[in-house]
């Protein structure tokens, strides 16, 4: 297996402008997490998914933000509209089951300007 | 509420000399217990964790961690130490029953000097 895919790799973008970042899991794995990366405020888990069911969305910063799983091989995680306090790194991890270790991908590097 | 105290920003070792990166937690209960590392550019990768046991695990890499309950702590080491290890390390922590999700630490920035 490739390993957990993100795409894109770099995205910048204008303030008030739609983000979508894109995340293919391990096939396989049942849950599925998005979190955000900050230098000040470190590590962030914004939502997790099992099963394709959101479970926990309670760390989502505010209704601009959306995330959808259609699938067992993809997700999404969507700004609008976009700020510049949004600019940080955004990671797709997912494991087989919830105590198990989560497999994180290369992360988004998102930059609003 | 659940969480998770790297203390030291950065740790400075020399190549083969051994390292250790602190970690405390607070959580209700027994806890479950997590090490990663980022390399530069990068996504986390796991390192090692700890559920029951042995408060001696060994992970990936030649690291180890130690549990400590009446400390509250799950110390990382590695004997000796190799600049390729120069990356950054978060500790994490959830409730063992429950249904709370990992916390992460702020992470320390090792770094491995020749």
């Known amino acids: 297996d490739a390993g957990v895919i993100q795409s894109p790799r770099h995205e910048v973008t204008e303030m008030g402008q739609e983000v979508t970042l894109r995340c293919k899991p391990i096939?396989?794995?049942?849950?599925l997490f998005w979190y955000r990366q900050t230098m000040m405020r470190g590590l962030e888990l914004l939502i997790y998914?099992?099963?394709?069911?959101?479970?926990?969305d309670s760390g989502m910063p505010e209704d601009r933000f959306s995330a959808k799983m259609p699938n067992a091989s993809f997700s999404t995680l969507k700004i609008q509209p976009s700020e510049p306090r949004d600019s940080a790194v955004y990671f797709c991890?997912?494991?087989?089951?919830?105590?198990?270790?989560?497999?994180f991908g290369q992360g988004t590097r998102l930059t609003v300007v | 509420a659940q969480s998770v105290a790297q203390p030291e920003d950065q740790v400075n070792v020399a190549e083969g000399n051994p390292l250790t990166v602190k970690c405390t937690y607070s959580?209700?209960?027994?806890?479950?217990l997590f090490w990663y590392v980022q390399y530069p550019n990068r996504g986390l990768q796991f390192l090692l964790k700890?559920?029951?046991?042995?408060?001696l695990v060994k992970g990936s890499y030649g690291f180890e961690a130690e549990f400590n309950k009446s400390q509250t702590s799950f110390h990382l080491k590695k004997p000796s130490a190799l600049v390729s290890d120069s990356a950054l390390y978060f500790c994490?922590?959830?409730?063992?029953?429950?249904?709370?999700?990992?916390?992460f630490g702020k992470g320390t920035m090792l770094l491995v000097s020749p």
């Open positions: 096939s396989g794995h049942d849950y």
């Open positions: 994490a922590v959830r409730a063992l029953s429950g249904y709370s999700t990992l916390t």
């Open positions: 991890a997912s494991s087989t089951d919830r105590d198990t270790e989560a497999f």
């Open positions: 700890y559920i029951t046991g042995d408060n």
């Open positions: 959580v209700s209960g027994n806890p479950y």
């Open positions: 998914f099992n099963n394709n069911v959101p479970i926990d």
